[in-house]
């Protein structure tokens, strides 16, 4: 029985292990996607590029959020914050923009992606940029 049990926990461990370098990998993966799409169209420095894609109000309000103010607030990008609390409407709980993501900025995005950068929470990407 204590066999069992040890290869229980074993098996329950390996597949957590296995679940979150999944997601580390697949989060990994889409922050070079969103800076490939930003690099091809603005140029510098990724970061640099995500940031003119942010300001860039011909794209649409949904993929600069999910492109570049998800992206930015991953890698803990400092030289984006002044740019971030420019769209900030001090609204954490995302209420002004709530069903409103085709014409403005996700509130609640940009919230977690300051919070991430001045808390230096980030996941550390900090090698990708």
């Known amino acids: 029985m204590k066999r069992k049990i040890i290869?229980?926990?074993?098996?329950?461990?390996?597949?957590?292990?296995?679940?979150?370098?999944?997601?580390?990998?697949?989060?990994?993966?889409?922050?070079?996607?969103?800076?490939?799409?930003?690099?091809?169209?603005?140029?510098?420095?990724?970061?640099?590029?995500?940031?003119?894609?942010?300001?860039?109000?011909?794209?649409?309000?949904r993929k600069r959020t999910h492109t570049a103010v998800w992206t930015l607030g991953m890698i803990g990008s400092r030289k984006a914050l002044p740019v971030l609390y420019g769209y900030y409407r001090n609204d954490p709980e995302g209420k002004t923009c709530h069903g409103r993501h085709e014409t403005d900025l996700c509130q609640y995005e940009i919230h977690k992606a300051i919070e991430a950068i001045e808390k230096e929470r980030p996941i550390s990407f900090q090698w990708l940029k």
């Open 7 to 61: 290869l229980l926990v074993g098996i329950s461990a390996a597949v957590c292990a296995v679940t979150l370098g999944g997601l580390y990998g697949w989060i990994a993966y889409t922050i070079k996607q969103n800076m490939a799409v930003a690099v091809e169209k603005y140029p510098g420095s990724p970061e640099d590029a995500l940031i003119s894609y942010l300001r860039d109000e011909t794209n649409p309000p």
